[in-house]
């Protein structure tokens, strides 16, 4: 089942994901929570580590899991998840290092694919975070990839390159080609999904995902076949949902 909550901003949206999430690991200290990097979770992990400072929310048992990982970026590399990861979220909070969970494209990449999705098969997520691509990927999972698709390699469409150029001088040859990302079936595995969108830039990929066709052309849309989803958006990723109704 797909919940639609429509916020009025990015603050309220990050206000929204993080009741779940601090619920969540109250509840269970030991959950396995699946994070997602890029733009939309950052002000859902400023309020983890403000709620972690302040009331001493703990995430000492937690497990977490990255969705993706550029290929060619050593992990050192400032715009790397593993350093996004890192510097917006693990090295304010007291998860364990062990606990970590992040596709390593170092070495022989098959190999690595195999030792994530072994990995993550022997876990069960309790709450993935997503953001949405402005062409409605959910983790690096382009528009046209499989529903059955487990962790993989990716060729990162144009307007992915282009979206995340502003991470690298706005200069789309310094965005990498390819990630390792998990999969639609290890994302749709997941007990509960909260999917956090803002801005103009997603409404058609919102629309796409709530009110369209289940297919293959729009990742996302998958979503519409998961038990519980939660897809917090501000009224700017909202503008295009029953747009005919005005
Ligand atoms: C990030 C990821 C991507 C992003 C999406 C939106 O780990 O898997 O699917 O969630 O590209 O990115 P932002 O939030 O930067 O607009």
Do not use: W
């Amino acid at each position: 089942m797909m919940r639609v909550i429509r916020v009025k901003d990015y603050q309220q949206i990050s206000e929204k994901a993080f009741e779940i999430i601090k619920q969540t690991v109250t509840e269970k200290p030991d959950a396995v929570l699946g994070l997602a990097t890029g733009s939309s979770p950052v002000g859902l992990y400023q309020l983890m580590i403000k709620d972690h400072r302040e009331n001493g929310t703990s995430y000492r048992e937690v497990r977490t899991f990255n969705l993706d990982e550029y290929v060619g970026l050593p992990k050192e590399h400032p715009e790397s998840y593993y350093s996004f990861m890192h510097n917006n979220l693990f090295d304010h909070i007291d998860v364990k290092e062990e606990n970590i969970h992040i596709p390593s494209s170092e070495g022989d990449l098959k190999e690595q694919c195999e030792a994530y999705n072994n990995a993550l098969e022997e876990v069960q997520i309790d709450v993935q975070i997503l953001g949405i691509g402005s062409n409605g990927h959910i983790g690096f999972n382009e528009p046209g990839t499989s529903f059955d698709s487990v962790t993989h390699i990716v060729d990162l469409n144009e307007s992915t390159i282009k979206d995340n150029a502003r991470f690298f001088d706005n200069d789309m040859s310094k965005v990498p080609a390819q990630a390792i990302t998990m999969g639609i079936s290890n994302v749709m595995a997941a007990k509960k999904i909260i999917l956090v969108a803002n801005g103009e830039n997603k409404a058609n990929a919102i629309q796409a995902c709530v009110m369209g066709p289940v297919t293959e052309f729009v990742p996302a849309s998958v979503l519409q076949e998961h038990p519980d989803v939660v897809i917090i958006i501000d009224e700017a990723a909202a503008s295009s949902l029953y747009k005919e109704k005005r």
